[in-house]
Nanobody
């Protein structure tokens, strides 16, 4: 069992920045690949970014590439998502998740075993 707690969401103006954090507990953090997903009202959950066990490999959705950066600190059992140049369409509930699988399937939500409760990000125009 892995417990995940997200934080760092909030209200920001378009063009602004936020950094999300996800603290994990319960299992060895460095055993897992990690991902960020988001879900806007009335829309399906979508993949945002993923990172492998060591942090040496990352993968991004086209919609956030060049604006968002995923990283992890295994010593602190923490995953991060630095979000810059935010747009109103980035407004969503953001979730972190863990997976024992890494590779081209990293964008599939079904590959992830445990999920956090989410943190709300709202970007005003």
């Amino acid at each position: 069992q892995v417990q995940l707690v997200e934080s760092g969401g909030g209200l920001v103006q378009a063009g602004g920045s936020l950094r999300l954090s996800c603290v994990a507990s319960g299992r060895t953090f460095s055993d897992y690949a990690m991902g960020w997903f988001r879900q806007a009202p009335g829309k399906e959950r979508e993949f945002v970014a993923g990172i492998n066990w060591s942090g040496g490999s990352t993968y991004y959705a086209d919609s956030v590439k060049g604006r968002f950066t995923i990283s992890r600190d295994n010593a602190k059992d923490t995953l991060y998502l630095q979000m810059n140049s935010l747009k109103p369409e980035d407004t969503a509930l953001y979730y972190c998740a863990v997976s024992r699988i890494w590779g081209p399937v990293a964008s599939r939500g079904s590959m992830y075993d445990y999920w956090g409760q989410g943190t709300q990000v709202t970007v005003s125009s």
